[in-house]
């Protein structure tokens, strides 16, 4: 079972940045980011894959980067440009194999403690 330990998350005001990292236990091929806000389904943020290949929601593009360290099994979020409908328990995610065709595919198999965005107006 591969362990995903997330750090990082807080509070910050519209606009503002802050930086999500999530060490595996071990080495897996499709890494990414999920979020739930209160009263709402979760839904895929990024996502990474092995050749560094990204996918975004559209609401994240241009503000949010997905990186990934590989021999440190490590995946971050830096996500610039904050605003109030970012508040959200983030999720570290990990799968083997490829990763979701689609952005809104959230079947992964390995899931983070979850990190609490806040972002204030």
């Known amino acids: 079972q591969v362990q995903l330990v997330e750090s990082g998350g807080g509070s910050v005001q519209s606009g503002g940045s802050l930086r999500l990292s999530c060490t595996a236990s071990?080495?897996?091929?499709?890494m990414g980011w999920v979020r739930q806000a209160p009263g709402k389904e979760r839904e895929g943020v990024a996502y990474?894959?092995?050749?560094?290949?990204?996918t975004y929601r559209d609401s994240a593009k241009g503000r949010f980067t997905i990186s990934r360290e590989h021999a440190k099994n490590t995946v971050y979020l830096l996500m610039n440009i904050l605003e109030p409908e970012d508040t959200a328990m983030y999720y570290c995610?990990?799968?083997?194999?490829?990763?979701?065709?689609?952005?809104?595919?959230?079947?992964?198999?390995?899931w983070g403690q979850g990190s609490q965005v806040t972002v204030s107006s």
């Open positions: 990474i894959d092995l050749y560094d290949r990204t």
């Open positions: 071990e080495y897996t091929t499709c």
């Open positions: 995610a990990a799968k083997q194999g490829p990763c979701p065709l689609d952005i809104g595919d959230i079947q992964y198999a390995y």
